[in-house]
């Protein structure tokens, strides 16, 4: 009986959002561990005490191939061009990218791929914000284009980031994507060490040296 409430559900929910694409959508959403095996599912099965996915856009952007973009807070100078010069070739080629946008080239490549055309996800290590400035204009017109999926995997009480929060962010990033994109990794750092867990280091993971 469980399983067919998940799939029926799940089935409203598609046929519903495909009329309201143009429409900019909020909902919170609990899934169950077994039943219907979605996209969605998928990402709760990465962790089954996460009850709750939040999330606003396109949840159609899932089915892509997805390809994260992580990057290190400090980076030598060659890599930040090199990196607007992948955003922008991402970004003709259509290719979907995933990241939580967070670190100062993380955000410029967000600023290159949001011009665009092409899929984006990005997963937050917090709760919604009521505004998402300088892109607030951009990010409302992407969503309601459809191309835009903004996810957070954390309840309205975790209002701000914590080294903990970008952790799991991290880890759930790299766990749905098909491909790992790294522009540079610090020495001892969070993205080398998340490099080496046993889920993540069997994926594909390229970067400007591959």
């Known amino acids: 009986m469980r399983k067919s409430i998940t799939y029926v559900f799940y089935v ?10 143009t429409k900019i959508y909020f909902k919170s ?6 039943g219907y095996v979605t996209e969605w599912q998928k990402l709760k099965a990465f962790d089954c005490s996460m009850q709750n996915f939040n ?8 089915d892509l191939r997805k390809t994260v973009f ?6 030598p100078a060659d890599i930040i061009l090199k990196s607007y010069d992948w955003a922008i070739e991402q970004r003709d080629k259509g290719i979907c990218i995933i990241s939580g946008f967070h670190s100062k080239i ?12 092409q899929p984006i996800i990005t997963v937050l290590e917090r709760y919604f914000k009521k505004r998402y400035t300088p892109f607030d204009r951009e990010i409302k017109d992407a969503l309601k284009a459809g191309r835009l999926l903004i996810i957070s995997q954390f309840s309205d009480k975790i209002k701000r980031a914590s080294v903990k929060t970008a952790k799991k962010r991290n880890e759930l990033i790299c766990n749905i994507a098909d491909e790992i994109f ?3 990794a610090s020495k001892g750092g ?5 490099l080496k ?3 993540i280091r069997n994926k594909e993971i390229i970067s400007f040296d591959s």
Do not use: M, W
């Open 182 to 184: 790294i522009a540079h």
């Open 197 to 199: 867990q046993p889920n």
């Open 70 to 75: 992580l990057c290190s807070r400090k980076v």
């Open 12 to 21: 409203i929910i598609l046929v519903t959002e495909r009329h309201r694409h």
């Open 190 to 194: 969070k993205i080398e060490v998340l």
């Open 29 to 34: 959403i609990s899934y169950l561990c077994d």
């Open 106 to 117: 993380e955000k410029d490549v967000f600023h290159y791929l949001i011009k665009g055309e």
């Open 55 to 62: 999330s606003i856009g396109n949840e159609e952007i899932l």
